[in-house]
């Protein structure tokens, strides 16, 4: 955690940036921009990942960080499922639907695997020093 400057230097958060805009393309389409409470609400969680990988960090603390990682990983798990309930509704093609929930699962255990790694480690965070 020491040798990140940023949130923005941590990989899964730019993987997160990067399926976020893969939403918000998505939430362009004709369908689902007129689905309004379904457009909302995955425009939300996508962009909850990384919003909170980036709050968790500027704790500051290993804890709160650990905290924040499970936001957000619980964001990405929202997003998958409502990943489902657009494509159940005909909004995107079967391969936009795999490619995004490929996406989604790789952050979700790429985020776990950050919270395995801050459990084991004996860094308590800059505010601790």
Same mark, same amino acid.
């Given at each position: !955690? +020491?040798?990140? =400057?940023? /949130?923005?230097?941590?990989?899964?958060? &730019? *993987?997160? @940036?990067?399926?976020?805009?893969?939403?918000? #393309?998505?939430? &362009?389409?004709?369908? *689902?921009?007129? %689905?309004?409470?379904? #457009?909302? &609400?995955?425009? $939300?969680? +996508?962009?909850?990942? !990384? %919003?909170?990988?980036?709050?968790? /960090?500027? @704790?500051?603390? =290993?804890?709160? /960080?650990?905290?924040? *990682?499970?936001?957000?990983?619980?964001?990405?798990?929202?997003?998958? +499922? &409502?990943?489902? $309930?657009?494509?159940? $509704?005909?909004?995107?093609?079967? %391969?936009?639907?795999? #490619? *995004?929930?490929? %996406?989604?699962?790789?952050?979700?255990? =790429?985020?776990?695997?950050?919270?395995?790694?801050? =459990?084991?480690?004996?860094?308590?965070?800059?505010? /601790?020093?």
């Amino acid at each position: !955690m +020491s040798t990140w =400057k940023s /949130f923005y230097e941590i990989e899964v958060w &730019q *993987l997160a @940036r990067v399926f976020c805009k893969k939403i918000y #393309k998505i939430i &362009q389409y004709d369908g *689902l921009s007129k %689905d309004y409470a379904l #457009k909302d &609400q995955i425009n $939300r969680s +996508s962009g909850s990942i !990384m %919003d909170n990988i980036a709050e968790g /960090f500027g @704790r500051d603390g =290993k804890k709160e /960080f650990i905290i924040f *990682l499970s936001y957000a990983k619980a964001s990405s798990e929202e997003a998958a +499922s &409502q990943l489902y $309930r657009i494509y159940d $509704r005909d909004y995107i093609s079967k %391969d936009e639907f795999n #490619k *995004l929930l490929t %996406d989604s699962k790789e952050i979700t255990n =790429k985020i776990g695997g950050l919270i395995a790694y801050l =459990k084991k480690s004996n860094y308590k965070g800059i505010k /601790f020093k």
